[in-house]
Structure formats: C-alpha cells, structure tokens
C-alpha cells in the first residue's frame, strides 16, 4: 500500500496547491516526461496511474516503477539543474497539478507541511523502490502480480480501477502471465474481477505470493 502524499496534506495546503498550480490530463499511453528532458518541478498525480520507465542501450523500455494517485514526484530535482532521469508514461487517464521549479522552491521554503511530506515521501519511495528491485529479481509472474497489485493499493483501498493488460504492465510481465495469475487469485478468492476493475478480497494472503519465488 502506498502511502498518499496528496491525502496527508492539509485541506488549506492542498488549496494553496490547485491555486498556484497547473491542472493537466494525460490519456493511457501519453509521454508526460521524456528521459534526457530539463527538470521542471514538482508534479502531483491527483488521479490515475502513472509509470516510471527508462530506454536500455539496446533500444529496449524498462520499467521500474509505477506512480499511483495521490503519489507525486520532481522532488529531487527542485533544487538541481539535472536532466530527468526517466520517461513517464500515463498508463491510465490521469490528472496532475504541475507546479514550476519556481513554485516548487517557493512552496518549499514557506510551507513547511509539503517541505515536510515531501521528505516523507522520498524516504518511502526510496525503501519501496529497494525492496522491490530485490523482490522482483527472484518473483514468479504470480508474484510479481501479488507485488504489483500491492503497489497500486492507496490508502486501504480494496478496489483498483485496472484492467488486466495494465497490471501486466506494472508487474513486468506479460498480459497472459498476469491473465494467470489473476485467474489464480480468483479461484482462490483472494481477488474478484469485473470489466475494467479488480478488487482484492484478501489482503493478507495477497502479501503472501509477494514472498513466493
């Protein structure tokens, strides 16, 4: 489960965020951020899913990371003039608050609750990313399924607003893997489906395939 950045922040805050920010809706499959880019503040995943991704010397994606809703990132790049690290990709209809690296530094200096969060939020992203490399170096499909459906948890939500093909991108794997896996989870009444949705039943024996190779 993911701890929300946007939620944890005052009703006030978030008012002087939408105030002062950009609101923009990416479709599934639009480029939001390309690897290489100029760095360009901070940006708030108000709703939807994002994906982390970077392009391999051979020319190949990799991903490695997924931005739920109410997740942000830019942080580490606020106060550096460094290129972006990575492509970002809506994986569903999203809608982000984009701030500039002006705002961004601004907002940092006088409000101390997002200065605060943010630090908050980089510790969690830091230990989740770690242990999902190390996971997901030795997970079965299955597991890497159990992860992926973990990830995009928010807040003790059960239900995730996902298809099938879009797990299978967030897990790694391919469409028929997570079609496998989910359909195992089914049968054992961990997780139930419906069109363009999956709700996790049993939390705790999900957590379980997270440690099955």
């Known amino acids: 489960m993911i701890e929300s950045f946007w939620n944890n922040l005052s ?4 008012a002087t965020l939408l105030e002062i920010g950009a609101l923009q809706v990416f479709t599934p499959g639009q480029l939001i951020q390309r690897e290489g880019e100029a ?17 391999h010397i051979s020319g190949h994606g990799i991903h490695f990371a997924n931005i739920p809703a109410g997740d942000v990132f830019g942080q580490a790049t606020v106060f550096l003039d460094e290129p ?28 101390a609750e997002v200065a605060e969060s943010i630090a908050r939020s980089l510790s969690v992203a830091l230990s989740d990313q770690v242990r999902r490399l190390q996971n997901f ?8 399924t159990a992860a992926a459906l973990r990830t995009m948890q928010k807040d003790g939500e059960s239900k995730l607003n996902i298809t099938q093909s879009q797990v299978s991108v967030v897990a790694g794997i391919s469409r028929l893997q997570a079609h496998r896996a989910l359909t195992k989870f089914k049968t054992l009444g961990i997780v139930s489906m419906s069109y363009g949705c ?3 039943k049993d939390v705790r024996r999900l957590k379980d395939f997270e440690t099955r190779m």
């Open 11 to 14: 009703a006030d805050t978030q």
């Open 39 to 55: 760095s360009s503040g901070l940006k708030i995943v108000l709703e939807g899913l994002l994906q982390f991704s970077s392009t």
């Open 84 to 111: 972006r690290g990575f492509n970002v990709t809506a994986i569903q209809t999203s809608k982000l608050l984009q701030l500039t690296k002006q705002q961004s530094q601004l907002i940092f200096r006088t409000n």
């Open 137 to 144: 170096r030795v997970l079965s499909p299955v597991g890497r």
């Open 198 to 200: 999956i709700e996790i």
